[in-house]
């Protein structure tokens, strides 16, 4: 048996001495810049950061909310009513951690963080919109006539 594994090792160094060997010059595969199809003024630029917080903190959220509701009556017209919440919730809480991990694995870190702080800014804007509603009736004169 050890002879056998020895005639084998012989044979295969035997094979790889007989082989034909590779030769030229490879360097052109070595590193190379990538070649863009775009002309350089045409080439991707990342949007501000200030634009992308801005985009993170509003408009994402008011996006999810319409496709939420969206989704909600589709799903209460189809199967019920609890069904449609349901989805509803899943469409919304499901794009609020899509959206916060794809800012952060794609580079965009300034719109995750604008969703991030859309989770405490806009409940936060609601409660204060609705204290000054109630200051506003409070201290308004009352109805004349009255």
């Known amino acids: 048996m050890i002879d056998e594994d020895l005639e084998g090792r012989e044979e295969i160094h035997e094979g790889s001495d007989n082989s034909p060997t590779l030769t030229g010059d ?6 190379q810049p990538e070649i863009s199809q775009n002309p350089p003024e045409l080439e991707k ?13 509003l408009a994402y959220p008011i996006l999810l909310i319409i496709a939420g509701n969206l989704f909600f009556e589709i799903g209460g017209t189809i199967v019920n009513y ?3 919440v ?5 469409v919304i ?12 694995t794609s580079g ?29 009736f409070l201290f308004s004169d009352p109805i004349p006539g009255m």
């Open 93 to 104: 809480v499901g794009g609020y951690v899509v959206g916060i991990v794809l800012g952060f």
């Open 108 to 136: 965009h870190r300034s719109f995750a963080w604008g969703i991030i702080a859309s989770i405490v800014i806009i409940p936060f804007l609601i409660f204060i919109l609705f204290l000054l509603l109630i200051l506003l």
């Open 45 to 57: 630029r990342m949007m501000n950061k200030y634009l992308q917080f801005f985009l993170g903190v």
């Open 26 to 31: 490879v360097a052109y595969l070595q590193e």
């Open 82 to 84: 609890d069904t449609g």
């Open 86 to 90: 349901f989805i509803q919730w899943t």
